[in-house]
Nanobody, 124 residues
Framework: QVQLVESGGGLVQAGGSLRLSCAASGRTLSSYRMGWFRQTPGKEREFVAAIGWDTGSTAYAGSVKGRFTISRDYAKNTGYLQLNSLRPEDTAAYYC?????????????????WGQGTQVTVSS
């Protein structure tokens, strides 16, 4: 069993930055992938970014590529999502998730464990 706890959300002006953290416990995330998703009320959950825990390979949604950076600290068993050049349309609840490493990474169905979410609000 894996427990995930996000932190780092908040209110920021457009153009600003935030760093989200996702601390994992229960087991090491070795052989897993960590993903970040976001969701706003009335909309479907949206893939943001993913990282292979062992390989460090990354993938991003087109809407955040070049602005967001996913990373992980292997020793701390913690993942991060650096959000730069934030826009009002980035406002959402952000969730981290973990699942066994597989070829599919952008679907929520590829992840078994989910955090409780952290709210990011970007004002214009």
């Amino acid at each position: 069993q894996v427990q995930l706890v996000e932190s780092g959300g908040g209110l920021v002006q457009a153009g600003g930055s935030l760093r989200l953290s996702c601390a994992a416990s229960g087991r090491t995330l070795s052989s897993y992938r960590m993903g970040w998703f976001r969701q706003t009320p009335g909309k479907e959950r949206e893939f943001v970014a993913a990282i292979g825990w062992d390989t460090g390979s990354t993938a991003y949604a087109g809407s955040v590529k070049g602005r967001f950076t996913i990373s992980r600290d292997y020793a701390k068993n913690t993942g991060y999502l650096q959000l730069n050049s934030l826009r009002p349309e980035d406002t959402a609840a952000y969730y981290c998730a973990a699942g066994v490493y597989a070829s599919v990474y952008s679907s929520g169905n590829a992840y078994t464990y989910w955090g409780q979410g952290t709210q990011v609000t970007v004002s214009s």
